[in-house]
Structure formats: C-alpha cells, structure tokens
C-alpha cells in the first residue's frame, strides 16, 4: 500500500510539479486518501499449458484516481502478468498461466483438469485527482 506522503515528499513535489489553476501537486495528493481493495477469487480446470485471462472488478470497493500495480499471492504451478489495456481505476486485467508439467489440484470445480486459487490487494488515492 503506499504510504501517506511526508512533508519532504510532499514539498519537493509542489516544487517540480503545479497542475491545473495553480493547485501544487504535493499539497493535491497529500489530500487524497488511501485505500486498499482486495479479494480472491478461482481459476477452474487449466490445463498444463494453458492460459486464461481474468477481468476483476473492484468497483463495488473502490474507484481509485491514482493506484499501484495489484499484488498477488498465488499457488507456485501459476505464472501471471498484468494486462495493460482494460486496467482502470475500478478494474484490472490479469492474465494467468499453467505450465507444461507443472502440477495441480482438481477441487471439484468443472471437470476433471486443475483448480487455482488467488488472492489480491490493490492500493491507491482515492478522491478527485
């Protein structure tokens, strides 16, 4: 989560920075609070091999105007990246991978291949940036 902006880092950012009518950017984001979405969720039966892309949507938590990169915890069998493009202040875009010969539990969910299970953490500024 990132942390409250100190005086210092709050002053050298109005020193570099003004945005529009003269507001100081420092003082701007030093108003903003931060929050921390978070959830989890399941990729059901992934093939070794496979690759599938998940949407999730934070929105009913929060709309962040300014946020980190998502954090996960995820099972070692699994390789993620974060699709760029559908990432919003209310959603992001992640695509996981299972690879060849890597292992995995079937927990029941849909056939007979591998289920995952994910969680995440995503901070940021809320409020008007």
Known sequence: MPDPLTTEQQRRL???????????LGDRLAALEVKTASGSGWITDLAAGATVEVTIDHSAQYDFCLAGV???????NLTLRIVLDGT???QFVVEFERALGAGGADYGYGGGE?????EWT???RVGDC
Not at 114 to 118: G, I
Request: contains cysteine.
């Open 88 to 90: 919003t202040g209310t």
């Open 114 to 118: 591998a289920d995952f299970h994910y």
């Open 70 to 76: 998502p954090r996960f915890v995820v099972e070692p």
């Open 14 to 24: 109005n020193d570099m920075c003004t945005v529009a009518n003269q507001v100081l």
């Open 122 to 124: 995503r901070a940021g």
